[in-house]
């Protein structure tokens, strides 16, 4: 999904071809033999969520989203190598100590949020846009145990996103693709 936001907001059109991973689709195993999701094939082939993000956003930047400190590429990489992980093993293990250790990370995000509504200041970077998926991923495995968590600053910013019209449009749902399919258009027209 965050390389969804990435190319949403370039306002690159791109063909989308939506992928099981349990019934991935050969054309998925030619273009990048790792096989997971995202894939984007331009000039090459680029298989890495935040890749996908720094390439659009190099052909097109029109939110600078690009424009942020250098603490934020450090964030994002903290939020890839730590939180992720700690995420995927408390989704699908239910792992109480990695929730806990997800959970000091999203208390840092509640604090860098106090006192503006984005991880660095007024308007929104790479680094939110880049780790606010994951942390709705992260509330939505125990919704009522997020919510009474003290993170009034992190809640606010995730509901924020979760309201906004750009989330219902990465959130579209797609039908399986199999070759031969009439072309899906990513980003959809308004």
Wanted: no cysteine; hydrophobic share 45%.
């Amino acid at each position: 999904m965050r390389a969804r936001l990435a190319v949403a907001s370039a306002g690159i059109a791109t063909e989308l071809r939506e992928i099981l991973l349990r019934d991935k689709a050969p054309e998925l195993i030619m273009a990048s033999p790792k096989a997971t999701v995202p894939v984007l094939v331009a000039d090459k082939v680029i298989d890495e969520s935040l890749d996908i993000m720094i390439w659009a956003l190099g052909q097109n930047d029109p939110e600078q989203w690009l424009d942020m400190p250098a603490e934020g590429h450090a964030l994002i990489e903290k939020s890839d190598t730590q939180f992720k992980p700690a995420l995927d093993a408390y989704k699908y293990k239910r792992s109480e100590d990695d929730r806990a250790l997800a959970a000091t990370f999203l208390t840092d995000l509640d604090h860098r949020l106090e006192n503006q509504p984005y991880l660095f200041g007024q308007t929104a970077t790479l680094a939110d846009m880049a780790i606010l998926t994951f942390v709705r991923q992260f509330a939505f495995v125990d919704k009522p145990w997020f919510d009474a968590q003290p993170w009034p600053h992190l809640s606010e910013w995730l509901e924020v996103f979760i309201a906004s019209s750009r989330f219902t449009n990465i959130m579209q749902k797609y039908p399986k693709w199999q070759a031969g399919d009439p072309v899906t258009l990513f980003p959809p027209k308004s």
